[in-house]
Each structure stands twice: as C-alpha cells, then as structure tokens.
C-alpha cells in the first residue's frame, strides 16, 4: 500500500538464491512494465540497472529464498527499510522448489556435490516469512504477468492487495480442461489458490500448487478422494514440489526419515 | 547487498575481487548453493525436466530439453521427427529471449553509457521497439509450443502432453516473420559499437555434427585446438574445480580456462552458416580472441535462430505434426538400472546431464554441468589479462572495462550454481 504523494513511489527489487524467472517475467511485461516504471521510481534493480539506492523504500519485491547468511541478514535490513515488502514467486513465498532439499540433508550433499573440504554458505531454503513480516505474497513459480500487474496497480493506488478466493479449479473449468482427478491422476489444483489461468493442467501438467494454499483448502477432502487411487507416497511426492516448507506439510508428512537422506 | 557490491546487469550474484597494488583479480561467486543433483534424487525420472529449468529462469528451456534427452537417453525411448522439430523451433525461440535479453537489457548500456536497458527507449526508441518484438514473439513461440516459456507444461520425455493446432502454427509463422527485420536491426546495432579490445588466448569449445549449425543435436565436442570428442566423454573435456570463495565450481580443460557460447559456436560451426549470415561474420570482423566480440556473436547467433525458426514453422505448416509427437509412454521406469546423458547448446554455451535411472523408475544419480560453470575460468583470466593490459590507466575506468568484460560473457551465476 502506497500513500498518494507529489514523489513518486520509491521501488526497489531484489533477488535471493533462485532461478531469476520472476524477474524475467517483469521484463517479459514488456511495455506494461515500461508503462509501471514510468509511475514509480526504480531506485535499486541490480538484474537491469547500475543504479543502487540504499533506501528507504516504498515498495521492495523480494525474488528468491534467502539460503545464504548475508541473505537471511540483508532481508532484515530490507525489512527495516521498507513500507510494503512483497515475496515475488514461489522460492520467496514458500520456499519452493530449492526447499526440496532439508535442512539435514543439505551437509550430506554438500559433501557429494563439492567434497569434504568444501564451507558451504547456504543454511536452509525457506520462505521470507520465516524471517520478517512480509506485506504481500506473489506466488508462482515463475508469477503470473497479469497477477503482478494486478497486485502492482493495486499497491501503487494506494489499495491493499486481496489473494484470489477461489481455487485453481475453476480457472481449469473456465479453460475447458478435462479434471485430472477423473483421470486418477495426482492434482493439487483443488486446494491451491488460483491467479495462475491452470497453465499446468493446460499444458498437460500436474499441478503442484506452486500459487499456495488457497484459504480454507479442506486438504483432508483431497486426501480422501486421491487414496482412492494413489498412496501415500505419490501424495507426499506432490506436496513436496513447492509446499515441503509449509506447516500444512509438516503437520501431513512428518516422519522420522526424511526421503532425500536416503542414498 | 544493497550497495552494488556485485556485478550488476548479470544473472545472478558475482564480484571481482580486486587487488590493484599486485594487480590480481578474482571472480567470486556467491550466490546459495541449492544441490539440484541432490534434490531429484529418489525422486521420479519425469520430475527431473519439471525440476532441473527452475535451475535458470533466462535458460528453462535448454535445461528442460538437456533433461528430456537425458531420460530418453535412459529409457531407450526415440522421439518422432516432429518433435524434435518442435524441440529445435524451442531452443531457437530460448536462444533469441537469451539473447535479447542480455544484448539489450544488460550489455547495451554500457557502449551506449546509460544506466539501464529500459533507458534505450529514449535514445534509440527504433531498436528497442525492435528488442521488444524479438522478446514478444521469442515469448509467443515458447508460449505456443512449450505452453509457457518460463518453466514449460507442455514437454515430456518421448514427445510432447499437447501441441499446437495448424492454425496456432499459421499464426505464429506470421509473427515470426515480423522478426526478419528486428533480427537485421540487431546486427546493424551491435555491429556499430567499439568494443574494447584485449589480448587473449581463448579455447573455444562448441558441440557440433558437421552438417549443420547445430544446437540441440550435436554429436561430437570440438575445440578450436583440432579437439573432437564424442559427447559421452564430456567429463574428459570438462573437469570442475571446488574454490574456496565461490558457491560455483569452476571449469577446465586439461587445467586451463575455455569458453563456450555465442563466440565459440560462431568460431566452429560458423561455416556452415548461410552464406548471407557468414557475410556478417567477415563483414563485422569477429575476433575469435576478444571476448568482448561474444556480444557481436549474440547478434549474429539470433539473426541465425530468427531465420530458423521461420524455417521449421514452414516445414511444419506444409507436413504437419505427426500423431507420435504426443504418443507419450503410460510409464517412465526402464526394464533395469540405467544411464543416460543428455547434452545439448544452451545460450551461453554447452549443457551436459547425465542420469541413472532405477528399474522403479527412481533417479538414483544425477550430475549436471552448465556453460557459465565452464566459462568462470576463462572468466576470471581474461580479466587477468584485462587488468594487465590497462596497468597504469585510470582505476574507475579498469574496474569498468572488468565489468563490463565479465558482462560480455553473459555469465549466468544462477545456472553455475545450481
């Protein structure tokens, strides 16, 4: 949220450990982000320009998860510096894909990867709010182009952004998409915020739910219409894609082993 | 971090490191470590190419289809002649976006002596109109046949879940063909720019097949020193040290730097180019040993992919896809334990996975290398050489011209360290 002001509204983005995909679909809005950047003031974006502005800012879109110390540290700096602070895409609202890997066993593949010499700096993959209070959450992996200039255009008028209320579901239905689940065919779709247009499902993909948890997902009624064809197993494996650093999966899947320690 | 204490303009996080009284310079590599090659293990074969683009999100593409080819490669399984025709119509639309992005975006303020990328629409709003049709149509050709360029749905190992209509194909013919002259324009640019110049001995490396200006089926490896070898033996070519101060290891062959990408492939697939786009290898007096020409090389490379995927579109307008592209295996488990590689050219340079894949179908092993992990040696001593060429110049203006070298290169830090 923006106060209207004579100054334009301070912007800054920054990336953490990630794929960088968000912010290639800032650029791939193309006019639409010359047309956002023209009513902003774009005072730090290390990925397109040398100009770096130390703060305060007004606006902060965070891409990545902070994996590093410096990371983790300069997120609180962030935090500190800015007025609305917005995860941008699955790696910084969730976690996403890098938290596949645990926390336990990332010395295990520290070792396989770089060898026993090796000082490893990245600590754990974990969303932005494990950290700091964050204002707003972009999810997708990558974002959704009309989803970010939705939330951009609502920020910049001053309006707090609302997360969409229904599923992925009835984007897919609007799509004309046959639903995987008569298919017997693993679907998080129900159970995940929409926004995303069901891009996955459209494509021939599952759909994993990398846009979040919608509110009040009734999981366990997934979960019982998926047993009637899948397991347990096959289940976790869905939920893990983008979901492994969220309480809802914890609280489903805890379990002494972890899978990725196997080997 | 919020200083520009790194390299800005680059994908990812990179810092010189220089010391200016003993004139030494190191490339430090910071980005977090998050062990893709660990991350799809126990995890199913099919996962790998939904996983493995999330390493780079400039690049999905190539990683996706160095992934598919990997497991293809393990399963035995053969794709049709059409999708691998839609396959190579997607690796040039991923070399294009590649491309423009950094030519424009990253590289061109710096000859220009703007700021940013997004300021070139003032000062030349004809080519950056340009830019911008070459990434709206690069994007429209990966949306189209990959169903999103960032992170494809539509890919698989053995062909394709959904393809385009005939009419989707019509279309997207239409506006490619817009890109003929845009592609045209970015030679014009890059080619007008004085690029530094320094003395340097690179090794080139490039996948080739001999018949063709080839990026997505490439045979053999060679070099500009007379080396070929075959593709399995790429772990002879390339051997990866682990730094103490970089999250990215750092490649080399037979204990010296190599570079790979645009320049490389100009250098040893270059003859067997159009003649038309051969002319602008001679006419803009490509230096095979100044790094700073892999700009002009990019150029070159995207009028090439421009005019080829006008080319495939046409092929598959007049055949039409055929039914197998979407023929794709109930199950993705081979009948024992096996191996599979699968290599292709990336934008900014070969792209190498190798896999084991259980008889559950389970990936048991995965090992990856990208281009830029290649390149960071050869990075690291141009910019040697950079620096021991400028000694006694203006400190501000060598740190640039560092700067600016690295860009050049069109590291991509997310891949390195993946």
């Known amino acids: 949220m923006v106060k209207k002001t004579q100054t334009k509204p301070k912007v800054a983005i920054f990336d953490f450990t990630d794929c960088e995909g968000c912010e290639v679909v800032l650029i791939s809005l193309r006019n639409k982000l010359l047309e956002l950047a023209g009513e902003v003031e774009i005072v730090n974006w290390r990925l397109v320009q040398k100009r770096a502005d130390e703060g305060p800012y007004d606006v902060v879109l965070i891409e990545g998860t902070p994996v590093t110390r410096r990371e983790i540290d300069a997120l609180k700096y962030l935090r500190e510096k800015t007025?609305?602070?917005?995860?941008?895409?699955?790696?910084?609202?969730?976690?996403?894909?890098?938290?596949?890997?645990d926390k336990e066993t990332r010395s295990l593949w520290y070792k396989k990867i770089y060898g026993e010499e090796y000082k490893p700096r990245g600590i754990d993959a974990l969303p932005l709010v494990a950290y700091v209070k964050v204002d707003y959450l972009i999810h997708g992996c990558p974002v959704e182009k009309k989803e970010v200039v939705r939330v951009m255009e609502e920020v910049l008028a001053g309006r707090f952004p609302k997360g969409r209320g229904y599923s992925v579901c009835f984007e897919c239905k609007i799509a004309g998409n046959r639903c995987r689940l008569l298919d017997k065919k693993v679907c998080l779709g129900p159970i995940t915020q929409g926004g995303c247009g069901a891009i996955c499902v459209s494509g021939g993909s599952p759909c994993y739910g990398c846009f979040g948890l919608r509110d009040s997902p009734q999981?366990?009624?997934?979960?019982?219409?998926?047993?009637?064809?899948?397991?347990?197993?096959?289940?976790?494996?869905?939920?893990?894609?983008?979901?492994?650093?969220?309480?809802?999966?914890?609280?489903?899947?805890?379990?002494?082993?972890?899978?990725?320690?196997?080997? | 971090m919020q200083k520009s204490e790194f390299i800005t303009q680059i994908e990812g996080h990179g810092s010189l490191n220089v010391n200016w009284d003993k004139n030494k310079v190191t490339l430090e590599v910071h980005e977090g470590e998050r062990l893709f090659e660990g991350m799809v293990v126990g995890r199913q074969a099919e996962e790998l190419y939904w996983i493995t683009p999330r390493i780079c999100g400039v690049c999905p593409i190539a990683h996706n289809l160095a992934a598919i080819k990997a497991v293809e490669d393990a399963l035995d399984l053969k794709p049709s002649y059409s999708t691998i025709l839609l396959r190579k119509l997607l690796l040039d639309a991923q070399m294009i976006q590649s491309h423009v992005l950094h030519l424009y975006f990253l590289a061109a303020p710096d000859y220009l002596g703007l700021d940013s990328g997004l300021e070139i629409i003032k000062t030349h709003p004809v080519y950056f109109q340009q830019a911008l049709e070459l990434k709206r149509v690069s994007d429209l050709i990966t949306d189209t046949i990959g169903g999103r360029g960032i992170h494809p749905t539509t890919t698989a190992a053995g062909g394709f879940h959904k393809v385009p209509s005939k009419e989707k194909l019509k279309k997207l013919k239409n506006e490619t063909e817009k890109l003929l002259e845009a592609s045209l324009g970015c030679v014009s640019l890059f080619s007008s720019f004085d690029y530094p110049k320094i003395k340097t001995d690179l090794i080139l490396f490039s996948q080739i097949n001999g018949n063709s200006y080839e990026?997505?089926?490439?045979?053999?490896?060679?070099?500009?020193?007379?080396?070929?070898?075959?593709?399995?033996?790429?772990?002879?070519?390339?051997?990866?040290?682990?730094?103490?101060?970089?999250?990215?290891?750092?490649?080399?062959?037979?204990?010296?730097?190599?570079?790979?990408?645009?320049?490389?492939?100009?250098?040893?697939?270059?003859?067997?180019?159009?003649?038309?786009?051969?002319?602008?290898?001679?006419?803009?007096?490509?230096?095979?040993?100044?790094?700073?020409?892999?700009?002009?090389?990019?150029?070159?490379?995207?009028?090439?992919?421009?005019?080829?995927?006008?080319?495939?579109?046409?092929?598959?307008?007049?055949?039409?896809i055929d039914p197998k592209a979407t023929d794709l295996p109930k199950e993705y488990k081979p009948e024992r334990i096996s191996c599979g590689i699968g290599a292709l050219e990336a934008p900014r340079g070969g792209l190498y996975y190798e896999i084991e894949v259980d008889s559950d179908g389970l990936i048991v092993h995965c090992n990856i290398i990208t281009p830029t992990v290649q390149n960071l040696t050869s990075m690291e001593e141009s910019a040697q050489a950079l620096l021991e060429q400028t000694d006694g110049q203006d400190r501000k203006k060598r740190s640039e011209l560092l700067e600016m070298l690295v860009r050049a290169y069109d590291p991509c830090i997310t891949c390195s360290v993946h």
Do not use: W
Request: charged share 25%; hydrophobic share 35%; proline share 2%.
């Open chain 2, 215 to 320: 990026v997505y089926d490439g045979k053999k490896i060679a070099s500009n020193k007379g080396l070929t070898e075959a593709i399995s033996n790429y772990k002879k070519v390339i051997t990866e040290e682990v730094r103490s101060y970089s999250t990215a290891k750092f490649g080399k062959h037979e204990g010296k730097g190599m570079m790979v990408g645009a320049l490389a492939r100009l250098s040893l697939q270059g003859g067997l180019l159009k003649r038309e786009t051969q002319q602008f290898i001679e006419k803009t007096e490509v230096n095979f040993q100044n790094p700073f020409h892999n700009n002009l090389a990019q150029a070159i490379e995207t009028y090439h992919f421009v005019h080829e995927a006008n080319k495939i579109l046409e092929e598959l307008i007049k055949t039409g």
């Open chain 1, 83 to 101: 007025k609305f602070l917005i995860g941008l895409g699955s790696c910084a609202t969730l976690g996403g894909i890098p938290g596949i890997i």
């Open chain 1, 219 to 263: 999981i366990d009624n997934l979960l019982t219409t998926l047993y009637k064809f899948s397991d347990s197993e096959e289940v976790e494996r869905y939920f893990s894609m983008f979901l492994k650093k969220t309480p809802e999966y914890a609280k489903l899947f805890k379990k002494s082993k972890k899978k990725n320690a196997k080997e």
